[in-house]
């Protein structure tokens, strides 16, 4: 089985700083694209950003230039590096990953609470 922990969460003033990982434990042949979404109370989950296995990137306007998607293919771990944080980045944050076993599967986090106070 193939599993997916997120670490990084907490509560953080307007304008500071955090950084999430999501690390994949398991049996699998390789990890494809993995991406961040997120998810405010009363609206829909939403994608922040996604990159492949070879390190393309895309981003959301709403984080361009504060936001920095990465990974370690070593470590099977993703990064969210977020600066500049703003009330409204205020939600559940999840990983998700595509990882190829005997199918290409996707896979979601628990979720990780970000909460950024005014």
């Known amino acids: 089985q193939v599993h997916l922990v997120e670490s990084g969460g907490g509560l953080v003033q307007a304008g500071g700083s955090l950084r999430l990982s999501c690390a994949a434990s398991?049996?699998?042949?390789?990890?494809?694209?993995m991406g961040w979404y997120r998810q405010a109370p009363g609206e829909k989950r939403e994608l922040v950003a996604i990159?492949?296995?070879?390190?393309?990137?895309n981003v959301v306007d709403s984080v361009k230039g504060r936001f920095t998607i990465s990974r370690d293919n070593a470590k099977n771990t993703v990064y969210l590096q977020m600066n500049s944080l703003k009330p409204e980045d205020t939600a559940i944050y999840y990983c998700?990953?595509?990882?190829?076993?005997?199918?290409?599967?996707?896979?979601w986090g628990q979720g990780t609470q970000v909460t950024v106070s005014s």
């Open positions: 398991g049996s699998f042949f390789s990890i494809e694209n």
């Open positions: 998700n990953a595509d990882i190829l076993t005997s199918g290409l599967m996707n896979y």
């Open positions: 990159i492949s296995r070879r390190g393309t990137t």
